[in-house]
């Protein structure tokens, strides 16, 4: 009863939690189970109906019971992408540690479900590492404990399936995920054990599940079985070699190589790829075609690091000159910062670029995308692997390049490494794809095993045809040209053709239409046959028989009963059904030129359902049908399916947030290549004196306006058009005289690359590549704009002037300062520390190389700190990288599954292995097959491949391995396509060509190629070449090649030179370039080509002409074919050109005409193939030394040509007769004999016109060829007199009235010297003569400029500051001792830290800006040494045998110290360890080092039991015990500074040291509390700031600041400043306010006319203080203050005065000698230009009060003037004065109603009847009011209360 109450209970609480569950999904916006907003879709297409709605910023919801059980309903492939989302909530439930039972069956089956996917894979292994690391261990196994112990009958029944599910997800985890090996078995073997007692309670298991659960426990048996036999052979040696069984499986292997990989000593595993015969099965087929791959990339990096080793210990003359022939090396290689690409992090190194001073990054092959670069820093011993992510030929001239790390992990510790860096010759990224497809294939998988691997020689018909064998076939696209998009596919209605006749069973032949019905010869015919009736079928097409042709046809035929192979197994059409899968066609060609060709060529015939894969497609008719396109506009159209949309959206969003800080820091570091940085961003990363001599002693004067708008840092570096230097005083040199400073660089690259356009075709066709390019930084630069002080690419290009007060600079055309600019800014030449830290003064640095190569110091710090930025955020959004790469695959396959044709490259095809296996495409087309890697076509095969159509011809060119070994001696360049026919299976060959003349064709009859080749009877009929006497000829030679050692290849200058003249002479016989084509045999040669055309650079028409290497030009050809066979030396070689594939394709690309020049004797000499050619050639006397030219004007004329200098016999392409026509403007044509333009309509006459200009009175005649215009004015030189009196040649039409003299001006300027200006310029107007300065008020007699000022005064200062150091400015500087130059003495004081203050003299040191050097055993601090630390959040490691600590490593240390002694011996000596255990060993011995060990330091040193500790800061080494209490000092209360303790033997701050870890971390706390202080508190810091910021926009509305002062204090707030720092910008604000009362109180109380002049100098000065004030300042020294407070206050005292006398002049009292007495003894104390002293204020205020009470007037401030009308509260008109001139103020109505005394002077005040009494009077400077308040006339005019204020 109990147990039943109990188990109702249960569910009663299992039944609320549902329901509390339900109810809580049901208080969330309305959506689905996963909490996403509904976004209605229509079925089949995905299409959004509602508006985007973004996810919460909380963390993912737990899953819940409502979206488990939703789930269900779902495909496989939606709930892998749904459970392994990391937003999902799939984990968070999972870590919960008690899961209810419903939920984990829910689990269980959803897990189970998903793993029955076969659509993807990689999401699918994320899931599956996801239920390893939070289900197997113990919510799995719990949950199958309790099934034994459950009865309810509902849950009983479902236990078989359940069990299913957990048998087929333990299966899957083992066989996808082998690491979860552990975990599976445990769950098997008590799967094992609870099933019999199931199967009592539920029945038996299905056989499925019987047979699943039996592999998992022979899987576990042979594990154990494997586990034995490791054992067994990890006692015997490894065998190494290519006999026997492999050593280890393949599949295991990494793609990427390791160090033993690089071992020269171990020869790889390697066999031999059989070409006839089979193999044994397809694990051995697959080892061998993966080994074989995998090396021919590994072995060029192995060979090329081998060699560069061995090259670094040979002689340094010896390294000159050579180079690791299969490796490129790039050096002082730097990782700078991480990037975002779509793909995830990348990252940005840079090389020295100064080797590759000739390489042409447009052009070359080095480090194009996808290249394997290896890098190291230890001479190879470690490596770091790498990708080339992106490429941009400008960056790379600056030595940047993107890659991509396999293991970024290690990067971490690189930053500050330098590397050495290889590049492979091989190109990586065509092997990586394939070689991970051929891991992914297994026995199971791999179609076609009958021929690939058994090599049977009957080929069967495909299995769709098998199933159904009398299946018709509608043959009209082949009889009639019929599109696809006219009708439906496989109709059966009638049409213009009669179908009866089309329609055959395409099994039986015989009832197919004829060959000329089809429009095919019969090779044709039998090629078309095999290719629709056979599930393998070769076919061979040599040159020019169509190939493509038969493919297209076939191609067409397939699509056209579409409806026969896209039914599935079970029956019923696929294509039209929208919610099934199709069976699309696969064409897969191995260049990206071919496969557009055969696409284009489909499209002829199928106007839609195509899609191209990839991205490096030129074709424009393909543009719209490339998978890109197509999913932009699938998202333009709103048609994504809802869960891609959904997760492609949340994923974005979370990259986007990610991304924001890294593309910001990314711009950051990106905009110090082209903008010039302001001094105050850079800040923070120079150090203290340097910033401070930079904006504080700048030798010229510059107004603070023109210094913010300029920028002190352009000044500075000399981009303001002049260069200043200041004296150096105190400075040290810059570089000793030991210092190795490297000014010149070796050019090590002679050579100029061409990029093979093969690699280019074959690059990794990826539309990724091209859209990381386009997007990756999309931050806004114009954010971070207000920190530049020049941005290079903002200038314009035009030509201005700019002219101011201060600076004159003259004419510059911009495009010339940008490129030095950039150059500057580019530049890796910057100074080290130590150089920096000997600059004291930044203006004495006396060249521009150094003052930029400090600039870029500074600059390093911020891009370092910028970087920091990037490492931080990297691993969060490669995660997120890498969700979207998987929704975009998810996205791809939703288009792919709805198409009919889908076109992809070989290395495309491996790339995207796992998204077309999930197409199953049922055929597969493949072109150009024989020069495809047979690897590269198996990868390509998915499991539901029924039909494989090979098309090429392998005697044509074959694969082309990089290592030339594995292509000869293991066979790796045959080709599945030439295995094939070497192996007996059927294979057609087409017979008729459509291409050659008979003459060309005929070589390609010889024996040696295809002895039954025909020709078509459209061949005969070609024109023959123009100007010319064979259309075939072969030219004959015995020029010397060269030998090229960076490309490995061979050239032939002769040959280059002669084909070009000759390509040269075809174009002139009227030939389009187009229609011709240079072919050459070696790459190398391709350049001396374009050094040919260079040497004719005036025949543009030859850059038209395409020249190529002959591998590149398979499968195409042209009218004209120019051939060079290069090869011709004394040692008798010719290469591959005795290979015939190479010589067949060389020699079938010409249509018209072949000319073909090379050493044919030695060609001859070398085998029979060229041989037989030449007697060919011979025997049609088509060969010879020279080619006989014909001239087509003068048939007689023959001109023999064997070097490119005999075409100047036939300069235009006629022969060396004079064309001699009369030309229409009367002149005879200069040309030679010319075929072209016999009309002249194109020639352009070059005599002399000779005609008069019109217009010239001078009759001067046109000197202009004959065939330019006329000038309109004449331009010939006269020489005229000026009215200056001088004489000047000038042009004809010029008037010497307005001509500018450029003769030295004559004048006198009023000083009495001679003007140095041109005599037609104006006279200038300051005179540059030095003079001694003999009348200054200061009294000194400096040497200046004869327009000098006072202010310009250059005798030294000499003051004694407050500081007490003597002043470092010069009289004007510091204007006469009024406002001091700051003081440039260093402090020097030691800090806290232990670093010396860098800082100039200041009264309080400010925190250290030297780098941090605080560090653990874990990292080390990268901020400045005064911010402070972040606190090492790693545990401790201070551990040994005896005790070991539990706490962090930044906290107080949870154990002492352990006095045992080491019981290790380190040394190579046998003695024993002199130090303590757990503690680094003494690297002396005790025996062996006695004199060292025993040296008296403490005393106790010479214990023959003395234990010593290691410093590790150091390496001294200490007895413990004297160490101890040297150290406790600072622990035991003794009084000692806050500094950390040093090495008592050489004083090295000791910092790192686990024995006296709490100690020093006591003391860095100390420090760090020392620091806060210092930096001052965040918060209060941010709320001063903020109250500043209101205070100074408050002024800036009010009118109260000026434009400058305000922007500049607003962005100074903006940054994050120390107290001190905001100190001095409230310090300028107040300083600014006190200025600005002044300037009030002057434009109030200074009105007389006659004192408006000085008024106005007042200003002027108050002007000249607001812009000392505002000049860019770290701080502001306490005598600055005090200088700066005592002239405002001085200014406000002359105001007064002015004021004064403006008041006495009204009153016409200035006359009194009293007054005139006072103002005169204050005017010479206020205004003698020395320093104002207390003794000086105190008079000064003395007579300015009493003259204020004999004048009257306001003796108060402006402000104390408004506050008293403001508390008075009366109308303007109110306020008076008596007869002396004393303010009172009259109440009520404002009319005088009694009279009273002035308490001042006794005067009678007031009066009666609203009538003033007689001296009384307005005060209008109270109130500004204009009527007294009773009058009328104040009723319209008196309440202004505005101007009050």
Known sequence: MDDDRRRRGEDRMDHLRRRGEDRQLHQRPRGDGNGYPHRVVDAGHGRHQGGDSARSERGPRRLGYKSLEAMLDTNPTEIIFRLSSSRSGFIELLKQPDIRRDIKAFIVTLLGRACQSDTEPKNLVKLLNIANEYFLSQHLTQYVTEMTVQYDPRYVQTIPQQIKSITTLLLVMLQRLPRSANSVIVNVLLLQGVIPGLELRCGDLDDETKATLKKLIDYHEEMKRKAEEDRNKAKRPRQVGSVGPPPDNFRELSIFPDINDLNADVEPFLRQNIVRGGYEDADHYLDVQFRLLREDFVRPLRNGIEEYLRMKTAAPAQQRHQRPKDIRIYSDVQIQYPMCSWDGIIYRIHFDQTRFGRVRWQATKRLIFGSLVCLSKDDFQTLLFATVANRNPHDLEQGFVDLRFEDRAAIED???????????????????????????????????????????????????????????????????????????????????????????????????????????????????????????????????????????????????????????????????????????????????????????????????????????????????????????????????????????????????????????????????????????????????????????????????????????????????????????????????????????????????????????????????????????????????????????????????????????????????????????????????????????????????????????????????????????????????????????????????????????????????????????????????????????????????????????????????????????????????????????????????????????????????????????????????????????????????????????????????????????????????????????????????????????????????????????????????????????????????????????????RARKGLFCIGNFNLLASKGQLWEDIVVEMKANRSFGKSLKLICRNHPDQVTEVSTSLDFLNVPEGGCSKQCEARLACGHACAMSCHPRDLDHKE????????????????????????????????????????????????????DPEFFECQQPCLEELQCGHQCKNKCGETCSRECDELVEHLGLPCGHRPVMPCSAKLQDCSHPCGSILLCEHKCSGTCGECQRGRLHKACAEGCRRPLVCGHLCQEPCTQTCPPCQENCTNRCVHSKCQDKCGNPCVSCQELCEWRCKHKECSKLCSEPCDRTPCNEPCRRKPLKCPHPCIGLCGEPCPKKCRICDKEEVTEILFGEEDDPNARFVQLEDCDHFIEVNSMDTWMEQAATGQKVDIQLKECPKCKTIIRRNLRYGNIIKQMLLDIESVKIRMFGDETAIRRKSLELKKKITTSRRNQELNFTAWMHMSEQLLKRLTLEQVTLVENQYNLLSMIEIVRKNAEEGIKHAERLSKKRSIEKQLGALEEWLMEPRMRMSEQQLEDISREIQRLSMVCQMVAIESRAMEQGRLQSLEIQTDLLRVKRMLTDGLPLTDDKTTTARSLLKRLNKTVGGLPISDKERVSIVTAMGLSAGHWFKCPKGHIYAIGDCGGAAEEGICPECRSTIGGTGHRLREGNQLAPEMDNAEYPAWSDEANMANNRFDDLF
């Open 1243 to 1294: 020639y352009k006459c070059n005599k002399t016109c000779g005609k008069i200009i019109s217009g010239c009175q001078k009759g001067h005649r046109c000197m202009k060829f004959c065939s330019q215009k006329c000038d309109k004015r004449c331009q010939t030189l006269v020489q005229e007199d000026l009215s200056c009196g001088h004489i000047a040649f000038m042009p004809c039409f010029s």
């Open 414 to 1148: 690189s930053k500050d490494d330098r590397f050495v860096m290889a590049e492979t010759s091989a190109y990586f990224e065509a092997y990586r794809h394939v070689l991970e497809g051929l891991q992914e294939v297994t026995g199971d998988t791999l179609c076609f095993q009958k021929y690939i691997i058994d090599v049977t020689k009957e080929v069967d018909a495909p299995q769709y045809l098998q199933q159904n064998p009398t299946v018709t076939y509608d043959l009209r696209p082949l009889v009639s040209d019929v599109s696809l998009s006219d009708e439906s596919e496989g109709s059966d209605e009638e049409d213009l053709i009669d179908s009866e006749n089309t329609k055959v069973q395409i099994m039986k032949q015989r009832a197919w239409p004829s060959a000329e019905d089809m429009h095919l010869d019969n090779s044709q015919l039998a090629a078309v046959q095999m290719a629709l009736t056979k599930e393998l079928s070769v076919i061979q097409g040599p040159p020019g028989t169509g190939k493509t042709y038969i493919g297209l046809k076939v191609v067409q035929a397939l699509l056209y009963n579409s409806r026969v192979w896209c039914k599935d197994d079970h029956g019923g059409a696929r294509l039209n059904d929208r919610n099934s899968q199709t069976r699309p066609l696969l064409i897969v060609c191995y260049t990206n030129h071919a496969l557009d060709q055969f696409l284009e060529g489909i499209l002829e015939f199928q106007k839609s359902d195509i899609v191209r894969i990839g991205g490096r497609s030129s074709s424009e008719a393909l543009k719209s049908f490339n998978l890109s396109s197509l999913k932009q506009e699938i998202r333009k159209r709103r048609e994504v399916q809802r869960f891609i949309f959904e997760t492609s959206r949340d994923v974005a969003m979370s990259m986007g947030r990610c991304r924001q800080p890294m593309e910001e820091a990314q711009a950051r570091i990106n905009a110090t290549r082209h903008a010039v940085l302001k001094e105050d961003t850079l800040l923070p990363y120079m150090a203290p004196r340097h910033y401070s001599s930079l904006v504080n002693q700048c030798p010229v004067k510059l107004p603070a306006r023109v210094a913010y708008r300029v920028g002190i840092m352009l000044i500075w570096l000399g981009l303001d058009g002049s260069f200043h230097v200041a004296p150096a005083m105190n400075q040290q040199p810059l570089l000793d005289a030991d210092d190795d400073f490297e000014a010149d660089f070796e050019d090590e690259d002679q050579i100029e690359e061409e990029a093979d356009v093969m690699e280019e075709q074959r690059m990794l066709d990826d539309q990724d590549v091209a859209d990381n390019n386009a997007s990756r930084n999309r931050f806004d630069i114009n954010t971070i704009r207000h920190d530049f002080a020049l941005d290079v690419e903002a200038m314009n290009m035009e030509e201005e002037e700019v002219v101011d007060e201060w600076q004159q600079v003259k004419k510059v055309r911009k495009g010339r300062m940008k490129k030095l600019i950039r150059r500057n800014l580019e530049s890796k030449n910057m100074m080290t520390m130590r150089e920096a830290e000997r600059i004291t003064n930044v203006w004495a640095i006396p060249d521009h190389m150094n003052r930029w190569r400090l600039y870029r110091y500074w600059v390093r710090g911020y891009c370092d700190r910028q970087a920091q930025t990037l490492f931080e955020k990297q691993e969060q959004y490669e995660r997120l990288a890498m969700e979207m790469k998987e929704v975009r695959t998810q996205e791809d396959l939703a288009i792919l599954e709805t198409t009919k044709v889908i076109g992809v490259t070989t290395t495309g095809a491996a790339k995207y292995r796992a998204l077309l296996q999930r197409v199953k495409p049922r055929i597969i087309v493949v072109e150009e097959a024989a020069e495809v890697l047979e690897s590269h076509i198996i990868s390509t095969l998915s499991s539901d491949c029924q039909q494989l159509i090979l098309i090429g011809d392998h005697q044509q060119l074959r694969p082309n391995p990089t290592v030339f070994e594995l292509a000869k001696d293991f066979n790796l360049e045959i080709s599945l396509f030439e295995r094939m026919v070497k192996n007996g299976l059927p294979c057609q060959r087409l017979t008729q060509q459509h291409r050659m003349r008979p003459e060309i064709s005929s070589i390609m009859k010889l024996r040696h190629f295809y002895p039954t080749l025909q020709d078509h009877v459209s061949v005969r009929n070609f024109d023959d070449i123009k100007g010319v006497e064979s259309n075939v000829f072969f030219i004959d030679h015995d020029k010397v090649e060269s030998y090229i050692d960076d490309t490995k290849s061979h050239s032939n200058p002769h040959e280059a030179d002669f084909l070009i003249a000759l390509a040269r002479y075809f174009i002139q016989q009227g030939y389009d370039p187009s229609q011709i084509t240079i072919l050459t045999t070696y790459t190398a040669q391709l350049f001396n080509f374009k050094r040919s055309v260079g040497k004719l650079a005036s025949f543009q028409s030859l850059k038209s002409v395409r020249v190529c290497a002959v591998d590149n030009f398979q499968g195409e050809e042209n009218d004209i074919i120019l051939l060079s066979l290069v090869r011709s030396n004394e040692e008798g070689s010719i290469g591959f050109l005795k290979v015939a594939n190479r010589v067949c394709v060389a020699l079938s």
